[in-house]
């Protein structure tokens, strides 16, 4: 009789990773909006409403910010300008430094790659990418203003994994979306839905994935 082949288990070498929701707070988001209706004084739902109509449009990289805004904003007189509006717009970003470091440790302790697969708004994405030096760590941005796919295409992850020349098998994700993470693994990918740092790094680990903090 010949004995059960041991299944070889596959080393990660890639790191799959949004940007919001995990290593930054959401750019453009319900919340965000919210505050934005109370800061500048004008009707959420007729904002809100507008905004549904065209942000997929406008996060495949097929809208400018400025068209953007004339759609979602400055369709009537204001008492604001544009440049006060994307000044606040942008202020909404911060970070997660705990998981940015997190990204850095296991890059540099096991020599992953790092990818970002993340929908993003172009002028929100370069802001993003410039002031929190997102650059430094990640070697490759899947952002959908770039490729004009959005998540949750699998497009997106195929074409991430052709770029990055990695295997399903060979990533790990991680998401904050249980949509995109359950897309995602019916492509062979391994995913972690993204719930906290310590939950995240605990499944890291369960993937031989350890920080040199730990």
């Known amino acids: 009789m010949v004995g059960t082949r041991l299944k070889k288990t596959v080393p990660v070498t890639t790191l799959f990773v949004d940007i ?12 965000a909006r919210k505050r934005a209706a109370k800061n500048f004084g004008f009707e959420l739902a007729e904002m809100n409403s507008r905004h549904h109509l065209t942000f997929d ?53 096991h ?15 370069d802001h993003r990418i410039r002031t929190f030096q997102l650059n430094r760590f990640v070697d490759f941005f899947i952002s959908s203003c770039f490729i004009h796919i959005r998540k949750p295409d699998t497009d997106i992850f195929r074409l991430a994994l052709d770029i990055a020349q990695t295997d399903a098998e060979e990533v790990i994700y991680i998401e904050n979306t249980p ?22 790094c605990q499944k890291l ?4 994935l350890v920080s040199a903090q730990k």
């Not at 919001?20 to 919340?31: E, S």
């Not at 544009?82 to 909404?92: C, H, I, L, W, Y």
């Open 20 to 31: 919001g929701g995990v290593l930054l707070t959401n750019g453009w988001d319900d919340a």
């Open 57 to 109: 449009t406008y996060e495949e990289g097929k809208l400018t910010l400025e068209e953007y805004l004339d759609r979602v904003v400055f369709y009537q007189k204001r008492p604001f300008t544009r440049n006060q509006f994307r000044r606040f717009m942008f202020a909404q970003s911060k970070p997660y430094p705990g998981m940015i470091e997190l990204i850095i440790q296991l890059k540099q302790r």
């Open 111 to 125: 020599g992953l790659k790092i990818v970002v697969v993340s929908n993003e708004a172009r002028e929100l994405n």
């Open 179 to 200: 949509m995109f993470v359950q897309v995602a693994e019916r492509l062979g990918i391994r995913s972690i839905l993204h719930m906290g740092y310590e939950s995240t």
């Open 205 to 208: 680990s369960s993937f031989g």
